[in-house]
């Protein structure tokens, strides 16, 4: 079965600095989605950015890239200069087998911002 | 474009009372999802629409729960009774239906619901 793992339950950062968060997946699919999501303090879910798995390069949007590594079944999210308004919870997902329709979702990563 | 749009984002009741939750899906997009938040058991898929048809209600917890879309703009989440445990962050999203691996999800705010 489809499973999204995200080690990391926390991470801190420097303002400025740029910050790795990881996820792994384990699917059977030969095509498939990642997605991630961010989810501020105020509660919202709010899509970030997406990686199919036959696209050739990274998946990018402004600040926001994937480092996506197939045959590791890994898909990072990587932040570049880090601003406070990154502070919130990250998450990673992928569609169940099978279809294009229900997501499954890590665990997160919360994600602090200093100053 | 407006987004999701869910109405009340924070509703208190006391259990034994019904609630109903309500969602406006994105104009176009032809799937529309309910999910759960809660600390102990993340985000979690209860039921999902297309074409205003339910396709998948596996995942709604007992037959308290109730969801219904009569029209493409517009759907609810219904409970009742209401218990205590039914406390967490309810999610409608909406994707446009290519049948293909982008089909990205939209999620509205959420509804903030308490159960006391």
Known sequence: AQKITQTQPGMFVQEKEAVTL???YDTSDQSYGLFWYKQPSSGEMIFLIYQGSYDEQN????RYSLN???????ANLVISASQLGDSAMYFCATF????YNKLIFGAGTRLAVHP | DAGVIQSPRHEVTEMGQEVTLRCKP????????WYRQTMMRGLELLIYFN???PIDDSGMPEDRFSAK???ASFSTLKIQPSEPRDSAVYFCASSPHRGRATDTQYFGPGTRLTVL
């Open chain 1, 22 to 24: 990881d996820c792994t």
């Open chain 1, 59 to 62: 998946a990018t949007e402004g």
């Open chain 1, 68 to 74: 996506f590594q197939k045959a590791r079944k890994s």
């Open chain 1, 96 to 99: 169940h087998s099978g279809g």
């Open chain 2, 26 to 33: 994105i104009s176009g997009h032809d799937y529309l999802f």
């Open chain 2, 51 to 53: 074409n205003n048809v």
């Open chain 2, 69 to 71: 879309m009569p029209n």
